[in-house]
Structure formats: C-alpha cells, structure tokens
Nanobody
Framework: QVQLVESGGGLVQAGGSLRLSCAASGGTFGSTAVGWFRQAPGKERQFVAVIRWSGDTYYADSVKGRFTISRDTAKNTVYLVLNSLKPEDTAVYYC??????????????????WGQGTQVTVSI
C-alpha cells in the first residue's frame, strides 16, 4: 500500500513562490504517474500537473508557465514548484499516484492513491 505525504505549503504573498513535495512510502513511484490537484473551498478538486515514469509532463492551462513538476527517483519524491503565485491559486494541494497507462490523466477517478493535502494560501 503506497502512502503519499505532501509538504511545503504555506502563506505567501502574490508573486511569490513555494515548492511542494510529495514523498512516497510503502512502495515506489516506479512506473506510476504522479499528479497534483488542488481544491479551493466550495469547489471541485482540479487537475494541476502530472509527471510519469518516463519524465513526460502535462499541465493545466491555468498554471502552464508558472508551475513546474519534477521528480527525484532516488528520493521517491515528486515536487511542484509554484512561481508567480496569484490569490486564485489558494487551495489545498493534493498529490496522487496512478498505475494505469492512460495519458494524460487529468481526472481524479484515474488515480489510485492520494495524500492528505497541504494548504497553499496566497495573499494580495
């Protein structure tokens, strides 16, 4: 059973940056794809970015050019760097892992494991 733990969230001013981490335990990311989603209060969980074992990446249009997803296979960790943050980026950010081969996986139903989330708050 893979467990995912996110960290790195916090409060930042608009225009600032954060780096989120997603660490796996009880297994490895191996041949998985790992995605980031976010959920603001009263809204549905929204796809942000995904990276798969080959290194391919895919981003939501709303974050393209501002966010970067990467992985460190030795540390079994996936990162999401958030640059040029805006107040509308405020949300709980979740990482998730999937073992099926569909690409790009942008729906929550495509993922097998989820972390507990980390709060990102962007102030004006």
């Amino acid at each position: 059973q893979v467990q995912l733990v996110e960290s790195g969230g916090g409060l930042v001013q608009a225009g600032g940056s954060l780096r989120l981490s997603c660490a796996a335990s009880g297994g490895t990311f191996g041949s998985t794809a790992v995605g980031w989603f976010r959920q603001a209060p009263g809204k549905e969980r929204q796809f942000v970015a995904v990276i798969r074992w080959s290194g391919d990446t895919y981003y939501a249009d709303s974050v393209k050019g501002r966010f970067t997803i990467s992985r460190d296979t030795a540390k079994n960790t996936v990162y999401l760097v958030l640059n040029s943050l805006k107040p509308e980026d405020t949300a709980v950010y979740y990482c998730a892992a999937k073992y099926s081969s569909s690409w790009p996986p942008t729906r929550t139903s495509e993922y097998d494991y989820w972390g507990q989330g980390t709060q990102v708050t962007v102030s004006i």
